[in-house]
């Protein structure tokens, strides 16, 4: 059975090292977070783009996420979850009592998407100031509670905590859950 996997928490957790390690461990795609990448070769900020300009990229980075979930038939392992799309519109303002809320928040809070989401601890791995994400501590810890609220409260037989710190460990931990022990 294809595994559909989706590795979850706030920037600097180790979400991409691990996504990509877990999907080379498994033989399936590892779909990108999309965020970082594009602000890496757009050379744009968060900052620069405003209330709107961020509202829009959110909405067109949840839209490709979906059409390369769906192209993944053969199972995945995806940076960030659906989960994280929706926290993203809640944390930055976007909430509000209108139709594009109410799809966003629907599909993206949607717990059938995945057969497994891993949350990765919040301040177990020091932020690095890489002028991507911002390296303000309580930021990415405000952003981590909004996104154990939605786990929790969304996904809460399909989301695990993963306890360790060192990758290996961390794909250790995954494999064994994953393969039931």
Known sequence: MAKRIAISGSAG??????????????????????MREYLERTGTSLRRLGHAGLKKLVVALWEERQEAEARATGGFVADRAAHDFGAFWIYYGFAADDPLTHRILAETLDASRYDRVYLLPWGAIPLEADGVRTPNRWTQLHM??????????????????????????????????????
Do not use: F, N, W, Y
């Open 13 to 34: 957790t180790g979400k991409s090292t691990l996504a990509r390690r877990m999907a080379a461990e498994l033989g399936v795609p590892c779909i990108p977070e999309g």
């Open 144 to 181: 981590q509670l909004v996104l154990e609220g939605l786990l929790r409260r969304h996904a809460s037989g399909l989301h695990l905590p993963v306890r360790a710190v060192v990758l290996d460990a961390r794909v250790r931990e995954v494999l064994a859950d994953l393969h039931g022990r």
